[in-house]
């Protein structure tokens, strides 16, 4: 138990991480990854839609759907309790943190089509049916392995921006040429397994 | 496939709509953000082009920008004064005067008064132009022609006729853009009242003018010599309007040997053309 839940954590966040492993939710890697301080707003952001996506779609998967066979549906009705979220987090933040609202713009409300969050509910009603502890578990990690992937990025987009790039080069195409090299940095740790 | 089927798939997914539009209702209730009103009245009556001529990002960063009083009631420079004043009734202040400026090249050495130096067969770009001997213009400080201004400007307000750039009064809103992408400068932004400007920004002497522009200011001081109100002087070899102290009586226009002081006739009556008779088409 206690290993399959180190498994868990460290599958989620390294060796299966959303962004470097398995491309899911590139656009806001990309588009809010110029600074730390919105990219660490943008993660949060993601960590809580996700883990309480992870946690509603369990319960609407397991007390809803399958009991009355509408298994087929799951897309549709994740994507709505998704989009439900979302938009309780952006009046949560226009309430609390306007500062990071207007800072994270548009891609506050495009968490909604985030594939990372869809992707994790999906994942996790294919792989954990039956464990609420894991899904809340892989939810919270895959998130918090997309604000890693999201700092480290604006990190070095943030060290980058003071060196002299040739002019068409700046911009996105350094930041995907980034992407590129860091996604073969993160293969390395496809080698990492406990077991689980 | 079974009818009942569809009926429960329909309420499920409409429950858990459902549930999640009360559930966000509710939240919208208790996470209310206080907004000004109005902000919103302000941003309903603005032009919406969000053109950034203001200088915020757009038309709702600028209505926030006035409600908190950075930013002036007759900021918005498409709307003028129709828009400054019920801005400024919304406010509960005084419009003030808006001033109207307009975009002006100053220059009309058009293909038929200019010598040119070679034939430019480069990029389409008056930027790409310039850089390769300063265009193929004889004069240094010459409109390049290829109409980079036209290319940026949001309102189709400018066209290049004859190898010159000229704005068309009605539809420049005076946002600026244009100025910014001319390679040689030669854009200012001249209030729309002012009916005399000068088109020529050379600073070559006038020996110089004469040997490759028909319409450039070869720095006589006539006009200079003729104004009754000290409006008018040559400054790096070219004329320049006051245009504070300008009457726009006319007086410097009507003695310029060169013809390089537009006048245009008192509102009412259809502007002259600047470029004077030249076929109409392009080089």
């Known amino acids: 138990m206690a290993l399959q839940i180190v498994s868990i954590?460290?599958?989620?966040?390294?060796?299966?991480?959303?962004?470097?492993?398995?491309?899911?939710?590139?656009?806001p890697f990309l588009g809010v990854s110029k600074k730390v301080e919105t990219s660490i707003g943008m993660g949060m952001a993601v960590t809580f839609v996700m883990a309480l996506a992870s946690a509603f779609t369990w319960i609407v998967n397991k007390a809803l759907l399958i009991p009355f066979g509408l298994v087929y549906l799951q897309t549709i009705a994740f994507i709505l309790i998704i989009a439900g979220l979302v938009q309780f987090v952006e009046m949560f933040m226009k309430?609390?943190?306007?500062?990071?609202?207007?800072?994270?713009?548009?891609?506050?409300?495009?968490?909604?089509?985030?594939?990372?969050?869809?992707?994790?509910?999906?994942?996790?009603?294919?792989?954990?049916?039956?464990?609420?502890?894991f899904t809340l578990l892989y939810g919270v990690f895959a998130a918090l392995g997309f604000t890693l992937a999201m700092l480290l990025m604006a990190g070095i987009r943030e060290a980058l921006d003071e060196e002299s790039i040739p002019a068409s080069f700046r911009g996105f195409p350094t930041a995907l040429l980034t992407a590129g090299l860091m996604a073969i940095a993160f293969m390395g740790f496809s080698g990492f397994s406990l077991g689980g | 496939m079974n009818v009942?089927?569809?009926i429960l798939a329909v309420c499920v997914v409409g429950g858990i709509g459902l549930i999640f539009g009360l559930l966000l209702a509710y939240a919208s209730h208790i996470f209310k953000v206080e907004v000004d009103e109005r902000v919103e009245k302000i941003q309903g009556i603005l032009p919406g082009a969000n053109c950034g001529s203001c200088g915020y990002a757009g038309?709702?960063?600028?209505?926030?920008?006035?409600?908190?009083?950075?930013?002036?009631?007759?900021g918005c420079t498409v709307g003028k004064a129709p828009v400054a004043e019920k801005v400024a009734g919304i406010m509960g202040v005084d419009a003030g005067e808006v001033k109207e400026v307009v975009a002006r090249v100053m220059c009309t050495g058009d293909a038929a008064s200019v010598v040119y130096k070679f034939e430019y067969s480069g990029i389409d770009d008056c930027k790409a132009a310039a850089k390769f001997g300063g265009g193929s213009k004889g004069c240094q400080s010459g409109c390049v022609g290829l109409g980079r201004c036209a290319k940026v400007?949001?309102?189709?307000a400018i066209e290049v006729k004859n190898g010159v750039a000229v704005v068309d009064d009605e539809k420049c809103q005076a946002c600026g853009k244009c100025i910014k992408e001319c390679p040689k400068a030669l854009i200012k932004l001249v209030p729309k009242k002012q009916r005399h400007w000068v088109v020529c920004s050379n600073p070559e002497t006038g020996k110089f003018v004469n040997q490759y522009c028909k319409n450039g200011c070869i720095g006589c001081r006539m006009c200079e010599k003729e104004c009754h109100f000290d409006a008018i002087h040559v400054e790096n070899n070219h004329a320049i309007i006051d245009y504070d102290k300008c009457k726009n009586c006319g007086l410097c226009a009507k003695?310029?040997?060169?013809?390089?002081?537009?006048?245009?006739?008192?509102?009412?009556?259809?502007?002259?053309?600047?470029?004077?008779?030249?076929?109409?088409?392009?080089?």
């Open chain 2, 255 to 283: 003695k310029c040997p060169r013809g390089v002081i537009v006048s245009i006739p008192r509102p009412g009556a259809k502007p002259k053309v600047v470029v004077k008779d030249t076929p109409e088409e392009n080089q």
């Open chain 2, 153 to 156: 400007c949001p309102f189709g």
């Open chain 2, 59 to 74: 038309c709702a960063a600028f209505a926030e920008a006035v409600v908190n009083g950075t930013a002036p009631v007759n």
């Open chain 1, 95 to 133: 309430k609390s943190m306007p500062a990071l609202y207007s800072a994270l713009g548009i891609y506050l409300p495009l968490i909604t089509t985030n594939c990372a969050v869809l992707g994790v509910t999906l994942l996790n009603v294919q792989n954990y049916p039956d464990s609420f502890l």
């Open chain 2, 4 to 6: 009942n089927n569809i």
């Open chain 1, 9 to 27: 954590m460290l599958s989620a966040l390294l060796t299966e991480n959303f962004v470097m492993v398995k491309f899911l939710g590139i656009c």
